[in-house]
């Protein structure tokens, strides 16, 4: 078992940054894949972004590429997502994921999650 406990959501006026943090607990960190995710009020989580196992290998979807950039500590079994030139519609609920396989994260078939964190920009 994998626990994720994600944080640093808050409120931030548009154009702000705000750094999210997912730190996990029990199996090897260096094991799994990680992502974020973000699900707005009626509406269904989408992908964020993705990072591989070493960190050598990163993936963004469109509407966050050039703003959101995702790394991991390895030796503090950490993940982050430093988000930067926040827009009105980056506001949701922000999910870390884990799975052993890259193309799990991808797909959103993650296997672990953490609770999330809100993140609310705004104008």
Aim: proline letters at 1%; glycine letters at 12%; aromatic letters at 10%.
């Amino acid at each position: 078992q994998v626990q994720l406990v994600e944080s640093g959501g808050g409120l931030v006026q548009a154009g702000g940054s705000l750094k999210l943090s997912c730190t996990a607990s029990g199996r090897t960190f260096n094991s799994y894949n990680m992502g974020w995710f973000r699900q707005a009020p009626g509406e269904e989580r989408e992908f964020v972004a993705a990072i591989s196992l070493t960190g050598s290998s990163t993936y963004y979807a469109d509407s966050v590429k050039g703003r959101f950039t995702i790394s991991r500590d390895n030796a503090k079994s950490t993940v982050n997502l430093q988000m930067n030139s926040l827009k009105v519609e980056d506001t949701a609920v922000y999910y870390c994921t884990a799975a052993a396989n890259f193309r799990s994260i991808l797909s959103g078939h993650g296997d672990y999650w953490g609770q999330g964190t809100q993140v609310t920009v705004s104008s």
